[in-house]
């Protein structure tokens, strides 16, 4: 099977060290456990999404890229997935001037683990490189992990399967596709394939 990851907080930690990063400099207490919409999470720092779009990349800038760690247990569900002849790619909607930093990440957490990496626009942003159902769609993916139901959901028609790990952004979404399971550890996608 052709099994698709997001990478910000489904291989990597992202959203809780950017946390700890704009409270740092701007002398706030938001916590990660109250972002509670991924598209929107721009309101929760009171900025709006060209200014939440800058401050991500100051974070990517002053080396945080080098210091972000894995996702417990995703090492091991990449791993075991490859050792059963799966082939995983990642697609990520991360800017494309973090191209060689995402590959380098990526590289030096799971090496020789991922076939190929792929860079889409956010579904409100359209620089022409697709969107995440245009990759799924097109490659044939079978299955998608994801932090972030939306982009999930729109991949749903081409997929035979999609996880969701549980996040604060997609805690409160009910009612989930019976092509949809939410998992609190990586692992545990491991029963399903």
Not at 23 to 48: A, I, P, Q, R, W
């Amino acid at each position: 099977m052709l099994i698709a990851t997001d990478w910000d907080d489904v291989g990597v930690e992202c959203f809780r060290p950017f946390v700890e990063f704009f409270n740092e400099l701007n002398g706030t207490s938001v916590k990660y456990e109250d972002l509670n919409s991924y598209y929107e999470m721009y309101n929760l720092f009171g900025m709006g999404r060209e200014m939440m779009h800058k401050t991500f990349n100051e974070f990517y800038d002053t080396g945080m890229m080098n210091k972000i760690t894995a996702i417990e247990g995703s090492e091991d569900l990449y791993q075991s997935l490859k050792d059963k002849g799966h082939e995983l790619i990642v697609i990520t909607s991360r800017p494309v001037i973090r191209i060689d930093d995402t590959l380098e990440q990526i590289e030096r957490l799971i090496p020789g683990l991922i076939s190929e990496v792929y860079f889409t626009d956010l579904p409100f942003i359209d620089n022409g490189r697709g969107s995440k159902k245009d990759i799924c769609k097109t490659l044939g993916v079978d299955v998608l992990i994801e932090d972030c139901y939306e982009n999930l959901e729109s991949c749903l028609p081409h997929l035979q399967k999609g996880f969701l790990l549980k996040r604060p952004w997609n805690r409160n979404i009910a009612g989930l596709p019976r092509k949809v399971t939410r998992v609190e550890d990586p692992r545990e996608i491991l029963k399903y394939i």
